[in-house]
T-cell receptor
Framework: GQNIDQPTEMTATEGAIVQINCTYQ??????LFWYQQHAGEAPTFLSY????GLEEKGRFSSFLSRSKGYSYLLLKELQMKDSASYLC??????????FGGGTRLMVKP | NAGVTQTPKFRVLKTGQSMTLLCAQD?????MYWYRQDPGMGLRLIHY???????AKGEVPDGYNVSRLKKQNFLLGLESAAPSQTSVYFC????????????????FGDGTRLSIL
């Protein structure tokens, strides 16, 4: 079966750094995506990893270790607008995604 | 730049009623998907299509039917709505090639909030 785990909720302070972890056990692996979803809105693409290592994009970075079935999303210099849910998704054959339950991040002043 | 458009945005149904959710994309994507999103359960794939005229079952297909008569449109039908189908429904589309378009993500519509009483 497919199993993708993320923490349900996290809280962090404006200006700080937060790391959201994702562990996965899936039949087949063809890349890992992170999406951001504000309440009541559509998920929007943040990052993609297919090889081990760190991908950096501005204030957001994503890391992947395929041998450990582990990824994290790192958000730096947190802003209030970063309050949202963050979804980890593993791509399997074709372009099928299996999503974790999402991590709701609350940024406090 | 419409992207993926879903209609309607909100709907309330009574148990046993039927309805069709519409999804349209203007990005010439081959693949289209229907998901449902429930609290604490993330996005779950209902049905998907790899091209015009084709459909396939996803993770939670029971109680739903789909059709892809035109490349740009993907319809999700509920023949006899049940309270368990109360959810937020998202349509998405993507390119088909995970190799050459490896970084290309799925693009999502704004969702349809469906309540069944």
């Amino acid at each position: 079966g497919q199993n993708i785990d993320q923490p349900t909720e996290m809280t962090a302070t404006e200006g700080a750094i937060v790391q959201i972890n994702c562990t996965y056990q899936t039949s087949g692996f063809n890349g890992l995506f992170w999406y951001q979803q504000h309440a009541g809105e559509a998920p929007t693409f943040l990052s993609y990893n297919v090889l081990d290592g760190l991908e950096e994009k501005g204030r957001f970075s994503s890391f992947l270790s395929r041998s450990k079935g582990y990824s994290y999303l790192l958000l730096k210099e947190l802003q209030m607008k970063d309050s949202a849910s963050y979804l980890c998704a593993v791509r399997r054959a074709g372009n099928m995604l299996t999503f974790g339950g999402g991590t709701r991040l609350m940024v406090k002043p | 730049n419409a992207g993926v458009t879903q209609t309607p945005k909100f709907r309330v149904l009574k148990t046993g009623q039927s309805m069709t959710l519409l999804c349209a994309q203007d990005m010439n994507h081959e693949y289209m998907y229907w998901y449902r999103q429930d609290p604490g359960m993330g996005l779950r794939l209902i049905h998907y299509s790899v091209g015009e005229g084709t459909t396939a079952k996803g993770e939670v297909p029971d109680g739903y039917n789909v059709s892809r008569l035109k490349k740009q449109n993907f319809l999700l039908g509920l023949e006899s709505a049940a309270p368990s189908q109360t959810s937020v429904y998202f349509c998405a589309s993507s390119y088909s090639r995970s190799g050459g378009a490896g970084k290309e993500p799925q693009h999502f519509g704004d969702g349809t909030r469906l309540s069944i009483l």
